[in-house]
T-cell receptor, first 115, second 114 residues
């Protein structure tokens, strides 16, 4: 069964350092999402791509976060500089299309700890 | 594994019992709702969905009920098994121009005792 791949699974970094996460969606899925999940809360959407284009980044802290999906396949989420409050699980999801009824498949996430 | 939800609502049941997990949503424009299951160390997994033009939908061992009058959603799990132990999230979408944007609720920890 096809799955969304993410790496690394765990990342520990010091504040003010740069960190990057990678996501490979299910083959053929046009829509890719990055979510942040703080311990004890539900996931919060950071950015949504339709192919290589950003369709929603309203919740992305653009002063320090950036995301790209250059060829419309895999994607990278970067934080520079990392802050203590960025410690969270970063989840990637993909779906065939961008409609609400298109099931989103989540990857295992990257657990970020900022010290 | 990680511990998700140190301060989330919790529900403890015995194996074989039925479980009911509740969720209140706030956006009256939401027209699509989903329940997700998240096991420790994993991403959320789709369980069942329902559109706002329905008030009930059944799947395998699960039923979702939607009450739009009071903006309430529930997930019923029949014959709960230890493998059902996880954090359960409801999510809502307003559709329209919101693409697939989902807003997740707080989550409920379900623990099933053998």
């Amino acid at each position: 069964e096809a799955e969304v791949a993410q790496s690394p699974r765990y990342k520990i970094t010091e504040k003010s350092q740069a960190v990057a996460f990678w996501c490979d969606p299910i083959s053929g899925h046009a829509t890719l999402y990055w979510y942040r999940q703080i311990l004890g809360q539900g996931p919060e959407l950071l950015v949504q791509f339709q192919d290589e284009s950003v369709v929603d980044d309203s919740q992305l802290p653009k002063d320090r976060f950036s995301a790209e999906r250059l060829k419309g396949v895999d994607s990278t989420l970067k934080i520079q500089p990392a802050e203590l409050g960025d410690s969270a699980m970063y989840l990637c999801a993909s779906s065939l299309g961008g409609l609400p009824a298109d099931e989103q498949y989540f990857g295992p996430g990257t657990r970020l700890t900022v010290t | 594994g990680e511990s998700v939800g140190l301060h989330l609502p919790t529900l403890s049941v015995q194996e074989g019992d039925n479980s009911i997990i509740n969720c209140a949503y706030s956006n009256s424009a939401s027209d699509y709702f989903i329940w997700y299951k998240q096991e420790s160390g994993k991403g959320p997994q789709f369980i069942i969905d329902i559109r706002s033009n329905m008030d009930k939908r059944q799947g395998q061992r699960v039923t979702v009920l939607l009450n739009k009058t009071v903006k309430h959603l529930s997930l019923q799990i029949a014959a709960t098994q230890p493998g059902d132990s996880a954090v359960y999230f409801c999510a809502e979408s307003a559709g329209g121009t919101s693409y697939g944007k989902l807003t997740f609720g707080q989550g409920t920890i379900l623990t099933v005792h053998p």
